[in-house]
Every structure is written in C-alpha cells, then in structure tokens.
C-alpha cells in the first residue's frame, strides 16, 4: 500500500504564498528518493495539469505558468516532496495532487488552494 497525504493547502490573498506538502508512507518509502514526484493542478471545468516535478537527482521542471513562482523541492530522509507557491493569482485556484512516479502511478486525494482577487 502507498499513501501519499497533501497539506497546506487553503484560501490565499492574491500575491500571496502557500507551501504545501505531500509526505510518502507505506511500501513505497523504501524506494521513494529513486522516484520522480511532481505535483499537478485541476482547476473546476478544466483538465489535470502539471505544475512540476523533481526527479531522483534534484532536476526540476516546471509549467510555464508558474516559472519563477513556484518551487518543488523534496526530502527523501522525510519521504516528502513541498511545492513553495509565492505571487499566487486567482488563476492558480485549484486542486493540487501530488504523484509519485508518474501519472499512471500513484496519487494524492488533493487539496484546495484558493486564490482571492
């Protein structure tokens, strides 16, 4: 069994910052700093979409829509991957996931993130 458990999510001022986190546990934490984490976004009435993802050697990519104020870093000792969301603007409201391993590996239940103009 893997579970991947989000937090830090909530309602933000725009220009404002929310970090959230997504902490690993069960069978997959013997190998979670060999697998790539990402976290993604749905916004209401649109499709999933990725926001970034960290490999197992640090290297980061990122939507361009969020380049520059959004950073994804992770602490295998911790099994926890954080998104450090800063200049959030309303457009940024959705749910965030976390994955592990890729899209058709394992999720998170999400958490809301609101943006308030």
């Known amino acids: 069994q893997v579970q991947l458990a989000e937090s830090g999510g909530g309602l933000v001022q725009g220009g404002g910052s929310l970090r959230l986190s997504c902490a690993a546990s069960g069978t997959i934490v013997s190998i979670f700093r060999f697998k790539t984490m990402g976290w993604y976004r749905q916004a209401p009435g649109k499709q999933r979409e990725l926001v970034a993802t960290i490999n197992s050697g640090f290297s980061t990519n990122y939507a361009d829509s969020v380049k520059g104020r959004f950073t994804i870093s992770r602490d295998n000792a911790k099994n926890t991957v954080y998104l450090q969301m800063n200049s959030l603007k309303p457009e940024d409201t959705a749910v965030y996931y976390c994955?592990?391993?890729?899209?058709?590996?394992?999720w998170g239940q999400g958490t809301q993130v609101t943006v308030s103009s």
């Open positions: 994955n592990l391993g890729g899209p058709a590996q394992y």
